[in-house]
């Protein structure tokens, strides 16, 4: 017991020099979801089974928007701006860009629940309605992305073989692909507009142009996937940033989480130079907050259930775990980094 309060003092001294800014909040409940809202707001949900779960949007501690370093801020610099419950667990929740919308996804099937943040009068994130999912019958919950795009379109899916686009308005299928493929579906983003990457769980990576009629088309790859280490599962990450900084699309980081570990810190890594063989580099920096912010029930350290980076401050993050802690971080340079 000695040894971790040492390290959580050590941790908390190191904190001075090691962050520009470090804000910790303590949510009611845990939330496996952070998703952007703003600049300046996120949202975040429950996932508990069994319960009502709260869904809520948060603004951001106001010093984050302050040009000069701030050093440490006590808890409770978060503030509650709207909220609402769901009846089921959120596994996955995204905002509609450019609306008031908010589409999530849970078990115990793959249909998806819209929400509406009333900013106006009563502070409400609202239900509205429920799109399903090809194949709804399936005991799990549906992958989900949102693009900015008029009408307001959500992309969704369980397996490869049954991704679509729905316009949410209206509940009219957009695209649906013509793949045959019943390959478990990890990740799904829009790329651009026009443009939808899928990643199953093996590890295969798919493209598809939805103003056209073939459906998902295999990325080009003649070497088979791997198998991920420890029987895990594969999972896909689109690099942010505005399109103009890519020629054509953004890159994509294909990745199995076991390869990294999953515990309680969070790590950032340099990929500059990094091939297409799996890299093993020294991380250039790890958040160990949620190690020390508290434990548990039983004494079991908290575990890191999702992070962000912060839409426009390249050096910002938000990282939440099972303890129901949230971070809010700015790493700082090292001394003598060029």
Known sequence: MREEEDDEDAWLLDSLRLYNDLHVFELHEPTRVIAWTGEKRVCIAGYGDGRRNEILQLLLPPRLAAKENQGLCPERDFKVEQGGFSDRPVYSLKHVPETSLLVTSGPPDSSLQVWHIDQDETDVIKPVGTIPTAGGDEPTWAKIATASSKPAWVLHGVK?????????ESGKTVFRTASTSHDELATLEFLDQATVLACSA????????????????????????????????????????????????????????????????????????WGPAPQEGKPLFVHRGHLFSS??????????????????????????????????????????AN
Not at 160 to 168: A, D, K, L, P, S
């Open 160 to 168: 490869v073989g049954n991704v679509q686009v729905t316009e949410i």
């Open 202 to 273: 093996q590890g295969q990576l798919f493209l598809a142009d939805i103003r056209q009629p073939q459906g998902l088309l295999g990325v080009a790859e003649d070497a088979p996937v791997a198998l991920a280490p420890g029987g895990g599962r594969w999972c896909a990450a689109v690099c942010p940033g505005p399109p103009e900084s890519f020629r054509d699309h953004p890159p994509i980081a294909r990745l199995s989480p076991c390869e990294v570990g999953s515990d309680g810190t969070v790590r950032i890594y340099n990929t500059q130079g």
């Open 295 to 336: 434990t548990e029930s039983g004494g079991c350290p908290a575990l890191v259930t999702a992070h962000t980076w912060h839409p426009s401050k390249p050096r910002t993050l938000l990282s939440a775990a099972t303890d129901g802690s949230l971070h809010v971080w700015d790493w700082a340079e090292p001394c003598g």
